[in-house]
Protein backbone atom coordinates (compact mmCIF):
# COMPACT_ATOMS: atom_id res chain seq x y z
CA UNK A 1 0.00 0.00 0.00
CA UNK A 2 2.90 2.31 0.50
CA UNK A 3 4.40 1.87 -2.98
CA UNK A 4 1.20 3.13 -4.13
CA UNK A 5 0.39 6.51 -2.25
CA UNK A 6 3.97 6.88 -3.18
CA UNK A 7 3.99 6.68 -7.02
CA UNK A 8 0.07 8.13 -6.91
CA UNK A 9 2.15 11.52 -5.16
CA UNK A 10 5.24 11.80 -7.30
CA UNK A 11 3.11 12.89 -10.68
CA UNK A 12 0.92 15.02 -9.00
CA UNK A 13 3.85 16.92 -6.86
CA UNK A 14 5.91 16.78 -10.46
CA UNK A 15 3.15 18.80 -11.85
CA UNK A 16 1.95 21.30 -9.59
CA UNK A 17 5.58 22.76 -8.46
CA UNK A 18 7.75 23.62 -11.65
CA UNK A 19 10.99 23.29 -11.61
CA UNK A 20 13.20 25.98 -9.98
CA UNK A 21 14.42 28.39 -12.46
CA UNK A 22 18.52 29.18 -12.24
CA UNK A 23 18.98 31.64 -9.61
CA UNK A 24 22.53 33.59 -10.33
CA UNK A 25 25.04 33.88 -7.29
CA UNK A 26 24.08 36.68 -4.92
CA UNK A 27 20.45 35.79 -5.37
CA UNK A 28 18.13 33.68 -3.43
CA UNK A 29 15.14 31.73 -4.50
CA UNK A 30 11.66 34.42 -4.75
CA UNK A 31 9.20 32.85 -3.12
CA UNK A 32 5.66 32.36 -4.86
CA UNK A 33 3.90 35.05 -6.26
CA UNK A 34 7.51 37.15 -5.76
CA UNK A 35 9.98 38.63 -7.72
CA UNK A 36 13.55 37.06 -7.20
CA UNK A 37 14.58 38.83 -4.36
CA UNK A 38 18.86 40.18 -4.78
CA UNK A 39 21.07 39.88 -2.02
CA UNK A 40 22.70 43.11 -1.03
CA UNK A 41 25.98 43.30 -0.93
CA UNK A 42 28.15 42.41 2.20
CA UNK A 43 28.95 46.07 3.29
CA UNK A 44 32.25 48.00 3.28
CA UNK A 45 33.84 49.60 6.24
CA UNK A 46 35.81 51.38 4.77
CA UNK A 47 34.39 53.02 1.39
CA UNK A 48 36.60 54.24 -1.03
CA UNK A 49 36.64 58.25 -1.35
CA UNK A 50 34.52 58.51 -4.45
CA UNK A 51 31.59 56.10 -2.78
CA UNK A 52 31.67 58.24 0.16
CA UNK A 53 28.05 59.52 1.31
CA UNK A 54 26.86 62.32 3.46
CA UNK A 55 25.44 61.87 6.78
CA UNK A 56 21.84 62.58 5.65
CA UNK A 57 22.34 59.66 3.18
CA UNK A 58 23.11 57.14 5.63
CA UNK A 59 19.57 57.70 7.77
CA UNK A 60 18.43 54.50 6.58
CA UNK A 61 16.49 51.23 8.72
CA UNK A 62 19.03 49.25 9.74
CA UNK A 63 19.64 45.74 7.94
CA UNK A 64 17.68 43.03 9.39
CA UNK A 65 18.87 40.06 10.37
CA UNK A 66 17.11 37.57 7.92
CA UNK A 67 18.67 39.94 4.83
CA UNK A 68 22.39 38.84 5.83
CA UNK A 69 24.18 35.72 4.25
CA UNK A 70 24.06 33.15 6.69
CA UNK A 71 27.52 32.66 6.55
CA UNK A 72 28.65 36.42 7.11
CA UNK A 73 29.27 37.48 10.86
CA UNK A 74 29.17 41.49 12.23
CA UNK A 75 32.85 42.13 12.12
CA UNK A 76 34.43 44.95 14.73
CA UNK A 77 35.35 48.08 12.29
CA UNK A 78 38.84 49.39 12.27
CA UNK A 79 40.01 52.12 13.90
CA UNK A 80 39.37 55.27 12.16
CA UNK A 81 37.17 53.92 10.05
CA UNK A 82 33.87 55.19 8.73
CA UNK A 83 30.55 53.03 10.34
CA UNK A 84 28.36 51.39 8.03
CA UNK A 85 24.84 50.74 8.10
CA UNK A 86 25.03 47.74 10.31
CA UNK A 87 26.81 49.57 12.69
CA UNK A 88 24.54 52.41 13.35
CA UNK A 89 24.06 55.92 12.21
CA UNK A 90 27.68 57.44 10.42
CA UNK A 91 29.21 60.67 10.98
CA UNK A 92 31.02 61.85 8.12
CA UNK A 93 32.29 65.30 9.82
CA UNK A 94 32.94 66.43 13.27
CA UNK A 95 30.28 68.13 15.08
CA UNK A 96 30.10 71.96 14.71
CA UNK A 97 31.70 74.21 17.90
CA UNK A 98 29.60 75.02 20.81
CA UNK A 99 29.00 78.93 20.32
CA UNK A 100 28.16 81.22 23.70
CA UNK A 101 25.01 82.49 24.60
CA UNK A 102 24.00 85.09 21.86
CA UNK A 103 26.22 84.16 18.88
CA UNK A 104 23.71 83.29 15.92
CA UNK A 105 25.00 79.83 14.56
CA UNK A 106 27.35 80.04 11.63
CA UNK A 107 29.69 82.72 12.93
CA UNK A 108 33.58 82.28 13.35
CA UNK A 109 35.82 82.94 16.00
CA UNK A 110 38.41 84.91 15.08
CA UNK A 111 41.61 86.79 16.10
CA UNK A 112 45.10 88.18 15.06
CA UNK A 113 46.80 84.69 15.36
CA UNK A 114 49.50 86.03 17.70
CA UNK A 115 50.61 84.87 20.93
CA UNK A 116 50.83 87.77 23.52
CA UNK A 117 54.73 87.84 25.12
CA UNK A 118 56.00 87.33 28.10
CA UNK A 119 56.94 91.28 28.39
CA UNK A 120 53.15 92.33 27.83
CA UNK A 121 51.47 89.29 30.00
CA UNK A 122 53.89 91.39 32.85
CA UNK A 123 53.14 94.79 31.76
CA UNK A 124 49.60 94.11 31.23
CA UNK A 125 48.43 90.94 33.07
CA UNK A 126 46.73 88.66 31.66
CA UNK A 127 43.42 89.59 32.09
CA UNK A 128 44.45 93.07 30.82
CA UNK A 129 46.17 91.75 27.97
CA UNK A 130 43.12 89.97 27.19
CA UNK A 131 40.79 92.78 27.66
CA UNK A 132 42.86 95.43 25.37
CA UNK A 133 43.00 92.96 22.38
CA UNK A 134 39.54 92.49 22.48
CA UNK A 135 39.04 96.27 22.41
CA UNK A 136 41.01 96.46 19.47
CA UNK A 137 39.99 94.15 17.48
CA UNK A 138 36.20 95.38 18.18
CA UNK A 139 38.19 98.96 17.21
CA UNK A 140 39.08 97.37 14.05
CA UNK A 141 36.03 95.77 12.98
CA UNK A 142 33.98 98.68 13.36
CA UNK A 143 36.06 100.91 11.29
CA UNK A 144 35.42 98.19 8.84
CA UNK A 145 32.13 98.18 9.16
CA UNK A 146 32.79 93.60 9.66
CA UNK A 147 29.57 92.39 11.89
CA UNK A 148 30.68 91.44 15.00
CA UNK A 149 29.86 90.03 18.55
CA UNK A 150 31.38 89.38 21.87
CA UNK A 151 30.81 85.92 23.30
CA UNK A 152 31.79 84.51 26.32
CA UNK A 153 33.12 85.43 29.54
CA UNK A 154 36.74 85.84 31.30
CA UNK A 155 39.87 84.76 29.60
CA UNK A 156 37.48 82.60 27.41
CA UNK A 157 35.77 85.76 25.42
CA UNK A 158 36.16 86.17 22.17
CA UNK A 159 35.49 88.22 19.16
CA UNK A 160 33.10 86.35 16.53
CA UNK A 161 31.93 87.21 12.89
CA UNK A 162 30.03 85.96 10.43
CA UNK A 163 31.69 82.96 8.35
CA UNK A 164 31.66 85.33 5.18
CA UNK A 165 33.82 88.16 6.88
CA UNK A 166 36.16 85.75 8.67
CA UNK A 167 38.83 85.79 6.58
CA UNK A 168 38.78 89.44 6.58
CA UNK A 169 38.88 89.82 9.76
CA UNK A 170 41.48 87.64 10.23
CA UNK A 171 43.63 89.17 7.66
CA UNK A 172 42.65 92.91 9.04
CA UNK A 173 43.38 92.04 12.62
CA UNK A 174 46.94 90.47 12.00
CA UNK A 175 47.99 93.38 9.79
CA UNK A 176 47.22 95.75 12.50
CA UNK A 177 49.13 93.06 15.24
CA UNK A 178 51.93 92.93 13.16
CA UNK A 179 51.91 96.80 13.70
CA UNK A 180 52.19 96.42 17.55
CA UNK A 181 48.98 98.49 17.54
CA UNK A 182 47.14 96.97 20.40
CA UNK A 183 49.94 98.39 22.87
CA UNK A 184 49.55 101.85 22.38
CA UNK A 185 48.17 103.34 25.50
CA UNK A 186 50.50 103.06 28.44
CA UNK A 187 49.35 100.55 31.48
CA UNK A 188 47.43 103.12 33.84
CA UNK A 189 48.25 101.84 37.11
CA UNK A 190 45.41 101.02 39.42
CA UNK A 191 43.96 103.27 41.53
CA UNK A 192 44.41 103.19 45.32
CA UNK A 193 41.40 103.42 47.25
CA UNK A 194 42.99 105.77 50.01
CA UNK A 195 41.01 109.37 49.69
CA UNK A 196 40.26 108.77 53.23
CA UNK A 197 44.11 108.98 53.99
CA UNK A 198 44.62 111.88 51.41
CA UNK A 199 41.88 113.85 53.40
CA UNK A 200 43.27 113.33 56.78
CA UNK A 201 46.48 114.02 55.29
CA UNK A 202 44.94 117.57 54.16
CA UNK A 203 42.86 117.53 57.79
CA UNK A 204 46.62 117.84 59.18
CA UNK A 205 47.19 121.26 57.95
CA UNK A 206 43.49 122.72 59.60
CA UNK A 207 44.71 121.12 62.81
CA UNK A 208 48.05 122.63 62.69
CA UNK A 209 46.57 126.25 62.02
CA UNK A 210 44.85 125.82 64.96
CA UNK A 211 47.89 125.28 66.94
CA UNK A 212 48.77 128.50 65.13
CA UNK A 213 45.60 130.54 65.84
CA UNK A 214 45.34 128.96 69.42
CA UNK A 215 42.20 127.60 68.84
CA UNK A 216 42.98 124.85 71.31
CA UNK A 217 44.81 126.70 74.01
CA UNK A 218 42.00 129.08 74.70
CA UNK A 219 44.29 132.51 73.59
CA UNK A 220 47.70 130.90 75.51
CA UNK A 221 50.77 130.56 73.57
CA UNK A 222 52.55 132.82 71.23
CA UNK A 223 50.24 134.64 68.72
CA UNK A 224 50.03 134.13 65.06
CA UNK A 225 52.80 136.69 64.68
CA UNK A 226 54.93 135.07 66.09
CA UNK A 227 54.80 131.70 64.26
CA UNK A 228 54.66 133.50 61.10
CA UNK A 229 58.32 135.74 62.08
CA UNK A 230 59.81 132.18 62.82
CA UNK A 231 58.88 129.73 59.77
CA UNK A 232 57.64 132.23 57.23
CA UNK A 233 59.61 132.74 53.78
CA UNK A 234 62.00 135.74 54.88
CA UNK A 235 63.85 135.30 51.21
CA UNK A 236 67.32 137.05 53.20
CA UNK A 237 67.12 134.58 56.03
CA UNK A 238 66.48 131.99 54.01
CA UNK A 239 69.18 132.03 51.51
CA UNK A 240 71.43 132.95 54.67
CA UNK A 241 71.73 130.61 57.22
CA UNK A 242 67.41 129.41 57.72
CA UNK A 243 67.14 127.11 54.71
CA UNK A 244 64.56 125.45 56.69
CA UNK A 245 61.89 128.07 56.49
CA UNK A 246 61.28 126.82 52.61
CA UNK A 247 59.47 124.12 54.38
CA UNK A 248 57.68 125.95 57.33
CA UNK A 249 56.37 128.53 54.94
CA UNK A 250 54.10 125.67 53.34
CA UNK A 251 52.17 124.87 56.83
CA UNK A 252 51.41 129.10 57.40
CA UNK A 253 48.02 130.77 56.42
CA UNK A 254 47.51 134.32 56.70
CA UNK A 255 43.93 133.61 58.03
CA UNK A 256 40.82 130.75 57.95
CA UNK A 257 39.90 131.80 54.44
CA UNK A 258 43.63 131.90 52.74
CA UNK A 259 44.12 128.09 54.49
CA UNK A 260 40.51 126.69 53.48
CA UNK A 261 40.70 128.38 49.71
CA UNK A 262 43.86 126.51 49.15
CA UNK A 263 42.56 123.24 50.69
CA UNK A 264 39.18 124.01 48.59
CA UNK A 265 41.08 123.98 45.02
CA UNK A 266 43.76 121.97 45.87
CA UNK A 267 42.44 118.56 47.39
CA UNK A 268 41.20 117.57 44.07
CA UNK A 269 44.50 117.32 42.73
CA UNK A 270 46.36 116.11 45.85
CA UNK A 271 43.77 113.18 45.82
CA UNK A 272 44.03 112.04 42.18
CA UNK A 273 47.88 112.07 42.95
CA UNK A 274 47.55 109.98 46.09
CA UNK A 275 45.47 107.55 44.19
CA UNK A 276 48.25 107.24 41.82
CA UNK A 277 51.52 106.89 43.65
CA UNK A 278 50.06 105.99 47.27
CA UNK A 279 49.47 108.39 50.01
CA UNK A 280 53.28 107.93 51.25
CA UNK A 281 54.80 108.75 48.11
CA UNK A 282 52.65 111.64 46.94
CA UNK A 283 53.41 113.65 50.41
CA UNK A 284 56.96 113.66 50.03
CA UNK A 285 56.69 114.55 46.89
CA UNK A 286 54.76 117.10 47.28
CA UNK A 287 56.31 118.57 50.54
CA UNK A 288 59.51 118.34 48.10
CA UNK A 289 58.03 120.01 45.24
CA UNK A 290 56.84 123.46 47.70
CA UNK A 291 60.29 123.13 48.55
CA UNK A 292 61.97 123.75 45.60
CA UNK A 293 59.50 126.10 44.01
CA UNK A 294 60.15 128.10 47.85
CA UNK A 295 64.00 128.33 47.52
CA UNK A 296 63.43 128.57 43.66
CA UNK A 297 61.31 131.92 44.74
CA UNK A 298 63.66 132.97 47.19
CA UNK A 299 66.68 132.95 44.74
CA UNK A 300 64.42 134.98 42.51
CA UNK A 301 62.84 137.54 45.12
CA UNK A 302 64.78 140.55 46.19
CA UNK A 303 65.58 140.49 50.08
CA UNK A 304 63.21 141.35 52.02
CA UNK A 305 60.17 139.39 50.10
CA UNK A 306 57.81 137.41 52.97
CA UNK A 307 55.69 134.44 51.70
CA UNK A 308 54.15 131.71 53.48
CA UNK A 309 50.99 129.32 52.39
CA UNK A 310 50.25 125.97 50.93
CA UNK A 311 49.70 127.66 47.30
CA UNK A 312 53.00 126.75 46.42
CA UNK A 313 53.32 122.98 47.14
CA UNK A 314 49.27 122.83 45.31
CA UNK A 315 50.65 123.80 42.52
CA UNK A 316 53.67 121.56 42.71
CA UNK A 317 50.82 118.73 42.99
CA UNK A 318 49.21 119.61 39.23
CA UNK A 319 53.04 119.73 37.82
CA UNK A 320 53.46 116.75 39.33
CA UNK A 321 50.50 114.68 38.18
CA UNK A 322 51.02 116.45 34.44
CA UNK A 323 54.99 115.24 34.63
CA UNK A 324 54.10 111.70 35.63
CA UNK A 325 51.56 111.28 32.93
CA UNK A 326 53.76 113.10 30.42
CA UNK A 327 56.18 110.59 31.56
CA UNK A 328 54.32 107.68 31.29
CA UNK A 329 53.50 107.99 27.52
CA UNK A 330 57.10 109.42 26.99
CA UNK A 331 58.31 106.22 28.48
CA UNK A 332 56.17 104.16 26.45
CA UNK A 333 56.66 105.74 22.94
CA UNK A 334 60.06 105.14 23.16
CA UNK A 335 59.68 101.51 23.82
CA UNK A 336 57.30 100.72 20.91
CA UNK A 337 59.77 102.75 18.43
CA UNK A 338 57.27 102.18 15.70
CA UNK A 339 54.62 104.73 16.72
CA UNK A 340 56.69 106.45 18.99
CA UNK A 341 56.41 110.25 17.27
CA UNK A 342 52.60 109.64 17.69
CA UNK A 343 52.68 108.49 21.33
CA UNK A 344 54.88 111.24 22.28
CA UNK A 345 52.50 113.98 21.11
CA UNK A 346 49.51 112.58 23.12
CA UNK A 347 51.33 112.35 26.25
CA UNK A 348 52.48 115.83 25.98
CA UNK A 349 48.72 117.02 25.12
CA UNK A 350 47.47 115.04 27.95
CA UNK A 351 49.54 116.47 29.89
CA UNK A 352 49.56 120.14 28.77
CA UNK A 353 45.53 119.91 29.09
CA UNK A 354 45.58 119.05 32.71
CA UNK A 355 48.22 121.30 33.72
CA UNK A 356 45.80 124.33 32.06
CA UNK A 357 42.98 122.75 34.09
CA UNK A 358 45.09 123.01 37.13
CA UNK A 359 46.51 126.06 36.65
CA UNK A 360 43.06 127.52 35.54
CA UNK A 361 41.50 126.34 38.77
CA UNK A 362 44.25 127.47 41.00
CA UNK A 363 44.65 130.66 39.28
CA UNK A 364 41.06 131.99 40.93
CA UNK A 365 43.12 132.01 44.40
CA UNK A 366 44.29 135.47 43.13
CA UNK A 367 41.44 136.92 41.48
CA UNK A 368 40.90 138.78 44.74
CA UNK A 369 42.96 141.84 43.20
CA UNK A 370 42.72 143.35 46.67
CA UNK A 371 44.45 139.66 48.07
CA UNK A 372 48.24 139.90 48.18
CA UNK A 373 49.06 136.34 45.90
CA UNK A 374 52.54 135.95 44.94
CA UNK A 375 52.17 134.48 41.67
CA UNK A 376 55.96 133.70 41.31
CA UNK A 377 55.69 131.28 43.61
CA UNK A 378 53.37 129.12 42.25
CA UNK A 379 54.70 129.28 38.86
CA UNK A 380 58.25 127.73 40.54
CA UNK A 381 55.72 125.13 42.22
CA UNK A 382 54.29 123.97 38.87
CA UNK A 383 57.92 124.25 37.50
CA UNK A 384 59.46 122.36 40.49
CA UNK A 385 56.75 120.09 40.27
CA UNK A 386 57.26 118.91 36.49
CA UNK A 387 60.97 118.72 37.38
CA UNK A 388 60.51 116.82 40.42
CA UNK A 389 57.74 114.16 38.66
CA UNK A 390 59.77 113.57 35.62
CA UNK A 391 62.58 112.34 38.12
CA UNK A 392 60.40 110.42 40.45
CA UNK A 393 59.26 108.52 36.88
CA UNK A 394 62.69 108.16 35.82
CA UNK A 395 64.36 106.78 39.32
CA UNK A 396 60.90 104.50 39.10
CA UNK A 397 61.74 103.02 35.74
CA UNK A 398 64.73 102.15 36.58
CA UNK A 399 64.14 101.01 40.40
CA UNK A 400 61.56 98.67 41.72
CA UNK A 401 58.13 100.12 43.23
CA UNK A 402 58.27 100.55 46.86
CA UNK A 403 56.51 98.05 49.05
CA UNK A 404 53.61 99.48 51.32
CA UNK A 405 55.95 99.54 54.30
CA UNK A 406 58.09 101.84 52.09
CA UNK A 407 55.65 103.95 50.89
CA UNK A 408 54.66 104.64 54.77
CA UNK A 409 57.52 105.51 55.11
CA UNK A 410 58.28 107.89 52.74
CA UNK A 411 55.09 109.48 54.38
CA UNK A 412 56.32 109.69 57.75
CA UNK A 413 59.94 110.55 56.88
CA UNK A 414 58.45 113.57 55.33
CA UNK A 415 56.46 114.65 58.03
CA UNK A 416 59.43 114.14 60.39
CA UNK A 417 61.22 116.29 57.92
CA UNK A 418 58.31 118.89 58.80
CA UNK A 419 58.37 118.40 62.70
CA UNK A 420 62.73 118.90 61.90
CA UNK A 421 62.34 122.01 60.42
CA UNK A 422 59.76 123.58 62.69
CA UNK A 423 62.16 122.64 65.60
CA UNK A 424 64.83 124.14 63.80
CA UNK A 425 63.11 127.20 64.09
CA UNK A 426 61.67 126.84 67.39
CA UNK A 427 64.59 125.98 69.42
CA UNK A 428 65.95 129.04 69.18
CA UNK A 429 63.44 131.04 70.39
CA UNK A 430 63.26 129.24 73.38
CA UNK A 431 66.40 129.91 74.62
Not at 296 to 318: D, I, M
Amino acid sequence: MRPLLAARRAPRAAASVPPEPHTPAGQRPARRGQAPVRRRAPCSLVPSAPERRSPASFRRPAMRSADLPEAAAPETPPAGALPCESHGTLSASAPDPILPDGIPPGWQRVDDGTTPSQEDLQRFGAAGLHRRRLDLWVLVCSALRIPWKLGGSGLERSLYVPEAYEHAARQHLAEVAAEGRFAQAPPHPPARRNIHWAVLTLFILVVWFGVVDRWWTGGAGWPPSRWIELGALDTWRTLHGEPYRALTALTLHADVEHLFANILFGSPFFILLCRRTGVGPAVALTLLAGTLGNLANALYRQSGHVSLGFSTALFGVVGLYAALMAADEILHALHYRTVAPRLLLRGLRRALIFLGAGVAVLAMLGADPSAKTDYAAHIFGLLAGVLTGLTARLLRAILPAPSRRGEMALGLGALLAMAGAWLWAVLPALR
